[in-house]
């Protein structure tokens, strides 16, 4: 017996050293997993964030400009109408010319009016609108610079790439180094970015129009997928009698949370727009497609959040007395609360990021206003990320990392949300 | 004396009643033994049987629970106790698969008739679970919900009245009078129950189902808790489920013994400790089974 025992006390300790060495391997390689995982996340970041940091800054370059009536066509005693139709951009040109009395030909010409951006003319304009005795005056100026120029400046094009590879010129070079030596040119927060709406030139393009178009978007999906979802969870859930129909349904609502988003788009085309024919490119048929995308993960996490209330808590109530309905809305609810908001908010952090249903019903239009309702045309952030990165321009690389950075920056707020609400309702 | 009376209930009595069998009932022929009736009867069962799904949990029981009285229900795990007294205010509905079928009456009213309501049913009928399971709330809002939801007080004042009065009479008062405002899951498991009994007594019900309410308390708790239950009978008809025989020997004027879903002998608290006339319940008390 004795025997037997120190028999096996070896034969355990033969084992161990395997034993323990499987484990380490085990370990090692869930190490690795985690390793690899971040070191890819922070390749993104990394790569994000060093495109998309300069968007957030403009480059401006001060210009004498000089406000003859004769370029402008108009005289001091304009009316604003008049002054609207003015030609700036002739003043504009002149004053460059002024700068750089040396530059002849025509070709020269048209490279030193690229420095300036076209979004100029009408920065000019509005200052003579607000102060007509400008006209006559010559004044310095800080004036948007054309984007290729400020990627210059912002050192994203150097001279040793072959000329003809690059938008911006030597000679154009040479004059934005005069005026960076003469203090001419300088760098300010990029307002533009987050007051405008698209353009087709990357220094006067904005992600406003997007943001509000997103946020649009979200309210109407959030007020038509959080109620409907969150009731049709609470009947299923606690009213709905167990049959082959419930059977049905809830076989139906999980297998809609596995369909493409693109198929929500198809159906919001065929039904919202060329059925009901509501407006193209809104935010309201945008709301709609997303919230019939969202509404099975908010179903699914709202069932899951209610059936893990613990049933005591139910029969408590109904021990007092308390009907089905005041069970579930006074007590069942507040508890499972925490749960469906967490679902909620990471549904709507998923139709934040959709794009695809939304090329469906016409939200990728080039759009430059504002939205200011449901019903006007707009675009999204996500829409607004693959137009910009679908543009040849250069200006638009650095928007287009700038725009996915507010898109996560939004994401990580909402995220935030999500564990500061579950926090504060698990507190009571 | 009850064997005539037991027949004239439904029991069939053969020859091959099994009542001397130790640990095995023949399901088709028993009958119980001792007085399942009482004159002055609050709540009474008749031939009740409790299936869920195919499987039956009660078997053809019928007891009465009188006015004032605690009457506390005994058995090994299993026997069908909490069931039946689950039956008592209805709280099997919410278990889908499960049926009652037979007459059950509170006051001589039919409680599973068609035009009975569950809910003021509930609120006759109040109910403390083994498990404490204070709402997640205040412990004023635990003590007010149930007369919130009835609508029986007028005025703040009069809410505060009841919720001190039943706190009182839970003898937890004094525990907790100046952290009225403090969630009820934040006390002791002991302080949790009295407040679960100061919540079933806050709608002043005509009787209170007690299923195991000590079982997860602790021996002084414990204690507390049937020192309550003694006083609560001046006003209340309890009926609780108990594992501990001291304890329903201790609370209870009657007690009842359940085996595998029957009702094998009911009788006075003290002739079923003392002198028990069937096998399976002298067994189960001497401690030879169960």
Known sequence: MSKDAFKNTELIQASLKKRYARERRFQLFGKLAVLLGFVFLFILLFDIVSKGTPAFTQKQLQIAVDFDPDKLGVDASASAEQLRQANFNAVIKSSLRDMFPEVTSRGDKKRLYRLVSIGAEYALRDRVIEDPSLIGQRKDFWLLAHSEAAGYLKGQISRELPEVERKVKDIQMDWLDQLRDKGLTKSSFNTLFFLEGDSREPELAGIRAALQGSFFTLVVTFLLAFPIGVFAAVYLEEFAPRNRITDLIEININNLAAVPSIVFGLLGLAVFINFFELPRSAPLVGGIVLSLMTLPTIIITSRASIQAVSPSIREAALGVGASKIQTVFHHVLPVAMPGILTGSIIGMAQALGESAPLLMIGMVAFIMEVPGGVTDPSTVLPVQIFLWADSPERGFTEKTSAAIMVLMGFLIVMNALAIYLRRRFEVK | ?290
């Open chain 2, 1 to 290: 004396m009850s064997t005539a009376d037991a027949n004239a209930h439904g029991a069939v009595p053969d020859e091959a009643v099994g009542l001397d069998v130790q640990d095995h009932v023949d399901v088709a022929h028993y009958e119980t033994i001792g007085e399942p009736y009482v004159d002055n009867a609050k709540m009474s069962a008749r031939n009740v049987n409790v299936y869920y799904a195919d499987k039956q949990a009660i078997m053809d029981v019928s007891l009465d629970i009188g006015e004032n009285e605690v009457l506390s229900m005994i058995g090994p795990s299993g026997c069908g106790k909490s069931t039946f007294l689950r039956s008592l205010n209805r709280m099997n509905d919410i278990i889908p698969i499960c049926e009652v079928k037979g007459d059950i009456r509170l006051d001589g009213e039919d409680i599973y008739g068609s035009d009975q309501d569950t809910v003021l049913l509930r609120a006759r009928v109040g109910m403390v679970f083994q498990k404490p399971n204070p709402f997640p709330k205040t412990i004023y809002e635990n003590v007010a919900y149930g007369p919130r939801i009835h609508g029986l007080a007028h005025s703040k004042a009069e809410m505060d009245e009841i919720v001190e009065t039943s706190l009182r009479r839970a003898s937890l008062w004094d525990e907790v009078k100046d952290v009225l405002e403090q969630p009820g899951t934040g006390l002791s498991g002991g302080q949790q129950q009295r407040l679960c009994i100061a919540r079933a007594i806050a709608v002043s019900p005509e009787v209170i189902l007690m299923d195991e309410p000590c079982s997860a308390l602790d021996p002084i708790a414990t204690a507390r808790i049937e020192e309550l239950i003694d006083e609560l009978k001046e006003r209340f008809t309890i009926a609780i489920v108990t594992h501990s025989m001291q304890q329903a020997a201790r609370v209870s004027q009657r007690t009842a013994y359940f085996h595998l879903g029957k009702l094998i002998e009911v009788g006075d608290t003290k002739q079923i400790f003392t002198m028990p006339r069937h096998e399976l319940t002298e067994n189960y008390i001497t401690g030879r089974f169960g």
